[in-house]
C-alpha cells in the first residue's frame, strides 16, 4: 500500500477513527438523515475532523450535500459512475481506506475519520482503533444504527459531559474508546 515515509523519520501509519453521534437505543439517522438538532455536536465534528481525511459512504455524502471544507472527503459506491464535486471515489473500503491513507500521511494526520453512515461503521469498525463516539440522550425511531460496542473489544478512555445549548435537542456526552491491545475481530464486523 503506501510506501515507506523515509528512515528515521518517524512516520507511523494513521489509524482508523470512527466518529458518530449515537442515540441511547443505537440509532444514528432516519430517512436519510440525523433525527435531531445538535449544533453543538456539529461544531465537535468540525473541530475533530478538521484536515483529517474523511471516508463516507453515498448515502452519507449526499445527506451532508457535498463535500467539507479543509478536509479531503472520500465517497464510497459501487456506482462507477458516480461524480462527487470535490471529493474523490472509491469503489470498496479498501480502496477508500488507502486514498484516505495517502491523503493523511500527505497532512500529516494521526487519524482516518470513518463518518459513516450505518453501513460504512458497520464494515470499518473491525478495522478502527478509536471511536469518537457523542452519546445523546435520545431513543429516536430511525433507520440507520451504529454496531453494537463489545467492551470485550473497545475500553472507554475519555468521556466530557457536553453543555446543552439552545440549538441543541438533548443532552450530550463525548466519549472516546480505544482498541483493547491485539484484539481486532468485531462481531458486527463481516469481513
Ligand atoms: N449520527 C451520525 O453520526 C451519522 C453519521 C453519518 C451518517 N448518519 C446517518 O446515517 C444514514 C446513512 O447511513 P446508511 O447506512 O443508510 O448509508 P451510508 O453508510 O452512508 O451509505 C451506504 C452506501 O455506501 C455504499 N457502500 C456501502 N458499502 C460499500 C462497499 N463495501 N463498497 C462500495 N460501496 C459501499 C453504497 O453506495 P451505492 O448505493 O451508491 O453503491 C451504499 O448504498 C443517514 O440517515 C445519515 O444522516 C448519521
Redesign the pocket.
Known sequence: MAGDQGAGGGVSAPIVALI???ARNGV???E???PWRLSSDLKHFKATTMGKALV?????YQ?IGGALPGRTTIV????RA?EAEGASVA???DEALALAEAASRAAGADEIMV??????YA?TIGRASRLHLTEVDLAPSGD?RFPTIDPMFWREVSRHKGERGSRDDADFAFVEYERRQGLTRERSSPG
Open positions: 458518530a453521534a449515537v444514528i439517522g432516519a436519510g438523515a440525523l463516507m459512504g453515498r448515502k452519507t445527506s464510497v459506491t459501487r456506482d458516480f469503489g470498496d473500503l463518518v459513516g453512515g450505518g453501513e460504512i464494515q440507520a
